[in-house]
């Protein structure tokens, strides 16, 4: 199989680039039919969450999949509801035991709450990771403001941050405080849950490189050095996406692709989340 292109965090662990998102794919056959399509297509990173509900699942798959546990890198998250020190620790057994494993991969704060909260959450994140029950810890929907706020309390810096980030909100002044922090960042929301396909200028390069739509965006965000996390049900989809690697856009049609910035988020903003 094709070796495909890794991210190294910076505790040395390697990440595969391109992750395989769960998020809205159904707990039982849905979630298992599209994580068998996704680990036979070479996915090797599937990104889960307690919230999803889908865990079980995942794991199921993992096990159909016969491969060994070590070649596939599994991340989840704290549910904002299980944040605290001792909720947190306890919903980390609960995700394993859903998926059938003995470690994580990398296991992320879902959503940044009150500083106090946060501070005892990813105590309890630094705990699971210097007991080696994780590979890695980090961060997800995190603004630099949380950022900042974490430093002044963490022993252990986030190793990676998953937000929104595609072509329409690309993030760049959080992408670099990130890089500057050595903090990983991952991509939600590639495709902007499906609204990219509209999008004209996308729809021109597609055609220039022979590739579509999805595979533009997705080439995109590597050449960024960001890790995508496409999700679909789809066979030939979840193919397509991890396609990605045989081509590159060259500097000026990446800046044609920056340049559909608008600064709208198609999800939550993290300052303003009621759940
Ligand atoms: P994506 O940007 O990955 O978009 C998914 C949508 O695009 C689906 O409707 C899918 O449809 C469609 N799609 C995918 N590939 C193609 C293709 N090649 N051609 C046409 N349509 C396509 O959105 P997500 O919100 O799922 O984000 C990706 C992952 O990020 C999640 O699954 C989850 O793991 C993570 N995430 C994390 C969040 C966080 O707060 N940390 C928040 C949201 C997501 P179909 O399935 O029918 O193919």
């Given at each position: 199989m094709q070796k495909r292109p890794e991210l190294q965090l910076v505790n040395g662990v390697v990440m595969p680039q391109v992750g395989f998102g769960t998020f809205?794919?159904?707990?039982?056959k849905q979630v298992v039919d599209a994580v068998c399509y996704a680990l036979q297509a070479g996915y090797r990173h599937i990104d889960t969450a307690?919230?999803?509900?889908?865990e079980s699942g995942v794991g199921a798959a993992i096990l159909k999949s016969g491969l060994p546990r070590k070649a596939i890198f599994i991340t989840s998250k704290v549910w904002n509801a299980d944040q605290g020190y001792d909720q947190t620790l306890k919903a980390f057994e609960q995700s394993l035991a859903k998926l059938g494993?003995?470690?994580?991969?990398l296991y992320l704060i879902h959503w940044p709450k009150t500083a106090a909260k946060t501070a005892d959450t990813w105590r309890a994140l630094e705990e699971l990771y210097m007991n080696g029950k994780v590979r890695a810890i980090g961060v997800s929907n995190f603004k630099e403001h949380h950022l900042t706020t974490l430093f002044e309390t963490a022993r252990v810096k986030p190793m990676v941050n998953q937000v929104e980030l595609?072509?329409?909100?690309?993030q760049a002044k959080l992408i670099e405080f990130c890089q500057q922090h050595d903090i990983i960042v991952q991509a939600w929301g590639p495709l902007m849950q499906g609204k990219v396909f509209d999008i004209a200028v996308l729809k021109e390069l597609a055609i220039k490189y022979t590739k579509n739509v999805a595979q533009i965006v997705l080439r995109w965000h590597v050449q960024k050095g960001i890790a995508p996390l496409p999700k679909s049900l789809h066979q030939a989809r979840i193919i397509a996406n991890l396609a990605v690697f045989d081509f590159e856009l060259s500097q000026a049609d990446m800046q044609i692709i920056d340049?559909?910035?608008?600064?709208?988020?198609?999800?939550?903003d993290p300052d303003k989340i009621n759940f």
């Open positions: 809205k794919v159904e707990e039982g307690a919230v999803y509900g889908n494993v003995e470690y994580l991969d595609h072509p329409q909100f690309s340049a559909l910035e608008t600064g709208v988020r198609i999800g939550p």
